[in-house]
């Protein structure tokens, strides 16, 4: 069975700065492109950043792009969100997804295309 948990989230002021984690078990995380996802309260799901099972490309939605960097560590089966400088807007439930296989940067960023979610972790970023 596939368990995707993320931890790191939690309130900070705008501006400040948090790291999120992704732990992966039950698949093989080694060959799996990993995406970070958000959603708002009344809004739809939206995509953050994705990265290759190879750690390379890395694709960011433009809101974030220069303030979110995500990065993976495949021998502790764990992908992780560094987010900077950040806006009241960030706030939401922030989710992982993955992957079997290598997709196409643009491919990367469509939710249909992940198999395996985590529960979410909250953000929220005080003005």
């Known amino acids: 069975q596939v368990q995707l948990v993320e931890s790191g989230g939690g309130l900070v002021q705008a501006g400040g700065s948090l790291r999120l984690s992704c732990a992966v078990s039950?698949?093989?995380?080694?060959?799996?492109?990993m995406g970070w996802f958000r959603q708002a309260p009344g809004k739809e799901r939206e995509f953050v950043a994705a990265?290759?099972?190879?750690?390379?490309?890395?694709v960011y939605a433009d809101s974030v792009k220069g303030r979110f960097s995500i990065s993976r560590d495949n021998g502790k089966n764990t992908v992780y969100l560094q987010m900077n400088s950040l806006k009241p807007e960030d706030t939401a439930v922030y989710y992982c997804?993955?992957?079997?296989?290598?997709?196409?940067?643009?491919?990367?960023?469509?939710?249909?295309?992940?198999?395996?979610w985590g529960q979410g972790t909250q953000v929220t970023v005080s003005s």
């Open positions: 997804a993955a992957k079997h296989g290598a997709s196409a940067p643009s491919t990367m960023t469509r939710g249909e295309v992940y198999r395996d």
């Open positions: 039950g698949r093989t995380f080694s060959n799996s492109d």
């Open positions: 990265i290759r099972w190879s750690g390379s490309p890395t």
